[in-house]
């Protein structure tokens, strides 16, 4: 009854971080799955969106500016990612990885160390920890959610439009996009772009949560991102078939993951095997539709061998 009470107490906590998380989700979403592009770079571009919007807070900057500036920061790196693919011919993971590995420089030249703090209680903040429990506007899951549900309008309302349906035609099949006489280059940066620029935001919103920006915050982002995307779709793909409540399992999924995580932390589980968890949780749910098709396939010969011999 006391690990219940405690897992009760946390699932504030994690609600919100499913939520923060889930916008960076969203972002590999749109490279995963609607670009068909693996991309790394989000490891980099979620901490650079911490370090640019906790260096801007600290400098008094407008708390959405900063924000603003973070997304801005990941559009760059997706940029420079998308460009590194496209116009100089490098594979998407590699560019990725490249990126990823430059941002870990240029995330210690903005900060000027390797991590860097905000005093909560004497700065202003969209989001924060402390406020987890209260119930008011600045609430995390109260603001989040609300800035995750206009992201998603927009998102539904920008995939609808010509350029939106010229990159979704890109990922579903690139020769025939090319063919129809769609810029497939010009669509794969601009999705990345796209793609980094929410994963760097939410980078901004987990600064702001838990008070600090550091280096190494994005570590295991692709982990996570992949985990709330395969989890949503498991769980809600046969239910959401609308283009917007795909991408609202995606934070469901994000959700529900770090609910799972924080349960498995309440029952004793050992802080450092987070990581691993993490892996096997999204090993299991990528494998899921794989043995539900060979289930299937040996189903069907059954029954094809049972008319047979009837």
């Known amino acids: 009854m006391e690990v219940f009470g405690q897992f009760l107490n946390a699932l504030p906590g994690s609600v919100s971080q499913g939520l923060i998380w889930g916008i960076m989700a969203i972002g590999i979403y749109i490279t995963y799955r609607i670009l068909d592009v693996a991309d790394l770079t989000v490891d980099g571009s979620f901490a650079t969106g911490g370090a ?23 559009l760059i790196a997706g940029a420079i990612t998308g460009l590194l693919h496209t116009f100089m011919g490098i594979p998407p993971i590699l560019a990725g990885i490249l990126t990823q590995l430059s941002l870990y420089s240029i995330n210690l030249k903005i900060m000027g160390k390797a991590n860097q703090s905000i005093n909560v209680n004497k700065t202003d903040l969209l989001v ?17 959610g609300i800035v995750l549900v206009v992201l998603i309008a927009i998102l539904y309302w920008f995939f609808g439009t010509e350029m939106g349906c010229a990159i979704r035609a890109t990922g579903a099949n690139l020769n025939m ?78 959700i529900i993951y ?53």
Request: glycine share 10%.
């Open 128 to 144: 924060s920890l402390r406020w987890v429990k209260e119930f008011a506007f600045h609430n995390p899951i109260i603001t989040v």
């Open 258 to 310: 770090y609910i799972v995580v924080q349960a498995v932390i309440t029952l004793g589980l050992d802080a450092n095997l987070l990581k691993l968890l993490s892996a096997v949780i999204v090993a299991v749910f990528l494998a899921i539709p794989h043995w539900k098709r060979q289930y299937s396939e040996k189903h069907m010969k059954k029954v094809k061998g049972g008319k047979v011999n009837a």
């Open 52 to 74: 640019v919007a906790v260096v801007l807070i600290l400098n008094g900057c407008n708390l959405w500016l900063a924000m603003l500036a973070a997304f801005v920061a990941g």
């Open 177 to 254: 996009s090319r063919a129809q006489g769609i810029n497939t280059n010009f669509n794969k940066v601009l999705g990345i772009m796209i793609s980094n620029g929410l994963v760097a935001f939410s980078g901004a919103f987990l600064a702001q949560y838990q008070g600090f920006a550091d280096v190494k915050m994005g570590q295991g982002a692709i982990v996570i991102g992949l985990a709330s995307v395969i989890i949503g779709e498991a769980l809600f793909g046969k239910i959401f078939k609308n283009f917007a409540l795909r991408l609202l399992s995606v934070a469901f999924g994000s």
